[in-house]
C-alpha cells in the first residue's frame, strides 16, 4: 500500500513536470544571399577610432565593388565623430582623384542598403550595426557619370551665397566641366540656418531649374566635408553629369487638408512668433483641438509636445506656371520647453506674410512612402520599376525617422532595397531637407525625404 | 493504528482516482474550450489582416500600423509576408527579413489542402495562412499564435487540484489520526487490560475518567472482572473443600477397601476351604460308590 502511494505521488510530480514548457523556438538563420559586384557598393563601421572605422568601412565597400577605384565618395558620419580624422584618412586611401561629398549624419545614424547604422551609448549585445560611432560609405565608378566635389567654409566668405557659389563653381571644376553646362543634379550637404542662402548661391551658377537635393547635416556637431578638412560651418556639394536617365523625388509624407491655416505675422529667422497677430503656439494649439494643452498638463515634459508636432507639420504650398501645386513641410517645436513663451520654432524660414497650413501624419504612412521613393524616383525618370539604378542615394528627415517607432525602423532598409531592386544606396538623417519644385526652384523645408536613381544597369 | 492506515490507504485510493479523474476531464475541456477560442480569435485577426495587406499590397504599401498592434495579443508568436520565392519579405522581428521560411518547420511548411488554420496542440502552436496578389507571383501572409499559455494554465490548474487534494488528504489524515487517537487509546487500554486479565493479573489500570460510552465499556470491564475476581476466589475455595472432602472421602474408601479386602480375604479362605471340602465330599461319594 505504501508503495501504490509513494509511486502515486511520484506520477503526480512527474505529470506536473513532465509536461514542462516545450514550445518551439524560433531563431533567426543566418541570411544568405550572393555578392553581386557593381559599380557602386556601400560599407560601414562602428569602431571608435576613426582612422580604423574608415578603412574598414571602404574596405567592406570594396568586397561588392567591381574595382579598387572609386570616383565618387559620400561619407556621413555620425555627429560627434572626429570629422577632421575622418577625412584626412579616407583622402588617403581614396587618394586624390576621389570627389569626397558628405558630413555628419543625425544622431540617429545612417541608413544604407545593409540596414540602419544605428548609435547608442549602450550598444545591444550582438547588434553589429550598432556603436557608439558610425561612418558609412558609398562608393561609385562609373564611365557614364561624371562627378565632381566641392566645399566651402562660410567663415572664408563675405557671405553664404558667395560660399555656396565657390563651392559649386569648384564641383564643376573638379568634374571636369565649365560653369556653362549644367549638371543633372546637385547634391547638397550643409550646415544648419543657412540652407536658403546656399541655395541661393548655387543657383545663382546653375539656374532654378537645375535640380538640387541634399539635406542639413546632422549635429550638433555639425560638420561637412570638405577637400582635406572638415566644416563646422560650411557646404560640401557634388555634381553630377550623366547621358543616362535621372530620376529623382522629393516630397513629405503627410496628409494635407488645407481647412486649416493662418498668416504669420511677425517671424525672426527661424522662429515664428505670432500667427493671425496672435501668439503662435496658442493658435497651433487651437489647431490641434488643446491636443498641446492637454498633453502638457498630464506629463509636464516637452518631448511628447515635439512628437506631437513632428506629426502635425506646418506646410507651405507653391504653385508653378501650370498651376501645380508643391507642398514645403516645416518641423515645428516650441521654443519655450515649459510652454511659457509662445513661440514655434521650425528649421526653415518661413517669412511675414506667408500662409502656413496644418498637415497630418501617420507613421504607418511616413514609412510607406519612404519605401516607395525609389519606385516614384524610377518612374520620375521613366525607368521600370524593375530596373536597377547604378547609382542610388537619399535623404531621410531626422524628425521622420524619429516619428517612426523604434520597433519598426529596421523595416525602412528592407523596403527601399526591395523598391530599389537591392542596388547599394546610402541615405543621411538630416536636420533639414532641400530639394528641387519642379517650375517653382530649389526649396529647404523639414520633414522631407528625397531619393535619385541614376541610369539603369538592367541588373 | 491499522484502522487508522486502513481508513487512510482506503482515502488515499479515493483521493487518487478522484483527483485523476476530474482533472482528466477539466483538463480535456479547458484546453479544449481555450484552444478553440484562441484559433477563433486568430482566425479573425489572421483574415482581416490578409484582407488589410491584400488590398494595401495593391497600392504598394503596408498596414504596418495594424500588423505591429499583433504584438500585444497575449499569444502571439510572429508574422511574416513571403514572397513568391518563399523569402521573408517582411516580419515583426527584422532579423528574419531575407531569411526562407521553409527554413523554420514547421512555421514555414504548407498547411495543404487549401486551409488557412492549423493547430497543433503536441507542439503547441496554432498558425494561420493566406495567400494574396496576382497568380503568378503569390506572396502570403503568416500568423503564429502560441498555445504554451493554455498548456500552462491546464498545468497550473491541475497543481492547484492536486495540491488542494494533497492537503484535503492531509487535514483528513490528521482528523482520523485525531479520532483514532481519542477513539483508540481507551480501546488500546482495554485491549491490554484484557490481555493481562487473560494472563491472570487483576490489577492492569483502566482508565474510568471520561463520562462516556468507552468509560461505561471500561466500568463494565472493570466490574466484570472483579466479578471473575470473586468467582476465581470462590472456586478457589471450592476446590479446596473439595479437595478436603476428597481425601477425607479417599481415607474413609481406604478403610473400607481394606475391611473388605480383609472380609475378602475371609471369605476367599472360606471359600477355598468349602472348595476343598466339597472336593473332599466329591472324593468320598466316589469312593463310596465304589465301595
Known sequence: MKNIIIISLVICLIALSGCAEKGLELVPKEKTGENILRDTCTGWSVKENPGEAVKE???????????????????????GSDAQAVILKAREILGDNTQIYGGTSAQRGVITDKGIL?????????????????????????????????????????????????????????????KDEKPSLVLITTSKEMEEEVLEGAESVVGKDTVMLGGTAGGPPRAVFGRNEAYEEGVSMAVIYTAL???????GGFDVSEKTSGIVTKVDMQTIYEIDNRPALDVYDEWL?????????????????????????????????????????SHPWPKDPNMTEKEIMTSTKIKTGERVYLSNGKWETLLNRISLLPLKAKTEGGMGSDSAALFTMGYICNGVYGAIPESERAKMPVLINHANNNVPFIA????????????????????????????DTGK | MRLFWKLFYSFFIFILVAIASFSYISYSRQISSSIEGIESKYHAIGSLLAREIEINYLQGTWPFDSLKSLKGENEFLFWWVIDEKGRIYLADDEKFIGTYARDYAPFGTELGNGDDMLV?????????????????RKWEFRLGFSLQDVFKEARAFIAIAILISLATLAA???????????FLSPISSLMKATKELSEGRMDYPVSLKKNDEFSELAASFVDMRKKI?????????????????????????????????RLNKLFVGRESKMVELKQEISKLKEAGKKA
Open chain 2, 229 to 261: 475476581a470473586t468467582t476465581s476466589k470462590k472456586l478457589e475455595q471450592t476446590n479446596k473443600n473439595l479437595e478436603k472432602e476428597v481425601i477425607r472421602r479417599t481415607k474413609q474408601l481406604d478403610e473400607k477397601i481394606d475391611a473388605l479386602e
Open chain 2, 120 to 136: 497543433d496542440k503536441k507542439q503547441q502552436y496554432g498558425l494561420f495562412a493566406k495567400k494574396f496578389g496576382p497568380p503568378d
Open chain 1, 57 to 79: 568601412a571602404i574596405d567592406m565597400c570594396f568586397e561588392s565593388k567591381t574595382s579598387r577605384d572609386a570616383k565618387f565618395a559620400a561619407i556621413f558620419i555620425t555627429h
Open chain 2, 172 to 182: 483528513f489524515s490528521l482528523f482520523i489520526f485525531y479520532l483514532m487517537t481519542r
Open chain 1, 245 to 251: 536617365p535621372v530620376g529623382w523625388y522629393f516630397e
Open chain 1, 118 to 178: 544605428k548609435i547608442s551609448d549602450n550598444p545591444a549585445e550582438g547588434a553589429e550595426m550598432e556603436g557608439k560611432r558610425g561612418i558609412a560609405v558609398m562608393l561609385a565608378s562609373s564611365d557614364k557619370i561624371d562627378f565632381g566635389a566641392g566645399s566651402a567654409n562660410f567663415k572664408e566668405f563675405s557671405s553664404v551665397q558667395e560660399a555656396s557659389k565657390s563651392a559649386v563653381l569648384s564641383a564643376i571644376e573638379n568634374a571636369g566641366k565649365t
Open chain 1, 289 to 329: 483641438g488643446g491636443e498641446i494643452t492637454k498633453v502638457y498638463a498630464q506629463l509636464k515634459t516637452e518631448r511628447p509636445i515635439r512628437d506631437l508636432m513632428t506629426l502635425h507639420p506646418l506646410y507651405r504650398k507653391y504653385k508653378d506656371e501650370t498651376g501645380k501645386e508643391y507642398n514645403l513641410f
Open chain 1, 428 to 455: 543621411p538623417f538630416t536636420s533639414g531637407e532641400q530639394g528641387h519644385l519642379i517650375g517653382i526652384g530649389n526649396k529647404h523645408g523639414n520633414l522631407l525625404t528625397s531619393f535619385i536613381e541614376i541610369g
